[in-house]
């Protein structure tokens, strides 16, 4: 399923500030067990989505700011970028764009030995990369 925050809008041109924070992390492992962590000590993502290029878990951090944390889909990031300026995007929807999924599931295939392209799919029901 796509999915798109219905209280998204467009943010004004002057208007000042950050819309989030994002951190990239190496391995699918190491979001595994960053997620499984945080939820450990009661901290839970109020939205994750497979963006295909990357697969993103969304915090707010204690003063409400959006906090990302994500892994890349794809070998390189010249692949990211160009995926990124791809037509690909266009089908994706406009931001926050992605597949939603459960990061639950997400950690039993890791655990299990999923292959990085199967846990690069978590969410996107056609399969496609």
Same mark, same amino acid.
């Given at each position: ?17 950050? =819309?989030?924070? &994002?951190?990239? *992390?190496?391995?699918?492992? %190491?979001?595994?067990? /960053?997620? +499984?962590?945080?939820? !450990? ?19 707010? =951090?204690?003063? &409400?700011?959006? *906090?990302?944390?994500?892994? %890349?889909?794809?070998? /390189?990031? +010249?692949?990211?970028? !160009? ?47």
């Amino acid at each position: 399923m796509i999915f798109e925050d219905p209280d998204t809008v467009d943010r004004p041109s002057t208007a000042a500030g950050i =819309d989030h924070i &994002g951190y990239g *992390v190496v391995s699918f492992g %190491d979001f595994v067990r /960053t997620y +499984e962590r945080l939820k !450990a000590d009661g901290i839970t993502p109020f939205m994750q989505l497979n963006h295909r290029f990357t697969t993103s878990l969304y915090y707010h =951090d204690p003063d &409400g700011n959006e *906090v990302e944390l994500s892994v %890349d889909n794809l070998p /390189t990031k +010249e692949e990211c970028y !160009a995926f990124v300026r791809s037509e690909q995007m266009e089908e994706i929807g406009r931001p926050p764009f992605g597949y939603t999924f459960d990061p639950n599931e997400l950690a039993k295939l890791y655990h299990e030995g999923a292959s990085q392209d199967q846990l690069a799919r978590i969410g996107i029901s056609d399969g496609r990369q």
